[in-house]
T-cell receptor
Framework: NAGVTQTPKFRILKIGQSMTLQCTQD?????MYWYRQDPGMGLKLIYY???????DKGEVPNGYNVSRSTTEDFPLRLELAAPSQTSVYFC????????????FGNGTRLTVT | KQEVTQIPAALSVPEGENLVLNCSFT??????LQWFRQDPGKGLTSLLL?????REQTSGRLNASLDKSSGRSTLYIAASQPGDSATYLC?????????????FGKGNQVVVIP
């Protein structure tokens, strides 16, 4: 049981480049989330999805896009990378049940220079 | 907006002592509160989830309590071990922030000294 898998683990981007952070889960979870974690700032929600074809903005969506074409996959797209997007990105998923916890991937460490 | 606070940001305890970590939140209309552990360079691992109708949850040496009226939760780790060194994060799912979303505290970084 792989859980939540994120790729790549590390990436360095130049300003203005684009990339997609991949996230896939094999637990048949309805809900999926993207967070960013900056030192001393806690986790901030970027986007989330309650099911295939449904996405919604979180606290800090600017500069990012998402899609959810399948239950398993929830990629995060950075179109024009900026230094402010240097962060660690975490994908998470859960069942559509408030009594069930979130499961996290191991993160993608992104540096924009 | 739901605010979640964890103080202190960092603490050290000698091995064998009981650990007490506090979490406070501003809006008492919550669905659940979750405690996570994060090791350096890793993702978050769920430790305990307390639903709004519950007062506490226990798993092994871990016990978490919830007092909605005062907006507080406490995580107790009995007889701490060096392997308990990690960052512990509290997160709240509530009405104000959206019923499918968690608001996170910044975490307590714990070092257990052998």
């Amino acid at each position: 049981n792989a859980g939540v898998t994120q790729t790549p683990k590390f990436r360095i981007l130049k300003i203005g480049q684009s990339m997609t952070l991949q996230c896939t889960q094999d637990m048949n979870h309805n809900y999926m989330y993207w967070y960013r974690q900056d030192p001393g700032m806690g986790l901030k929600l970027i986007y989330y999805s309650v099911g295939a074809g449904i996405t919604d903005k979180g606290e800090v969506p600017n500069g990012y896009n998402v899609s959810r074409s399948t239950t398993e996959d929830f990629p995060l797209r950075l179109e024009l990378a900026a230094p402010s997007q240097t962060s660690v990105y975490f994908c998470a998923s859960s069942y559509a049940d408030r009594g069930r916890p979130l499961h996290f991937g191991n993160g993608t460490r992104l540096t924009v220079t | 907006k739901q605010e979640v606070t964890q103080i202190p940001a960092a603490l050290s305890v000698p091995e064998g002592e009981n650990l007490v970590l506090n979490c406070s939140f501003t809006d008492s209309a919550i669905y659940n509160l979750q405690w996570f552990r994060q090791d350096p360079g890793k993702g978050l691992t769920s430790l305990l989830l307390i639903q709004s109708s519950q007062r506490e949850q226990t798993s092994g040496r871990l016990n978490a309590s919830l007092d909605k009226s005062s907006g507080r939760s406490t995580l107790y780790i009995a007889a701490s071990q060096p392997g308990d060194s990690a960052t512990y994060l509290c997160a709240v799912m509530g009405v104000l922030y959206g019923n499918n979303r968690l608001a996170f505290g910044k975490g307590n970084q714990v070092v257990v000294i052998p």
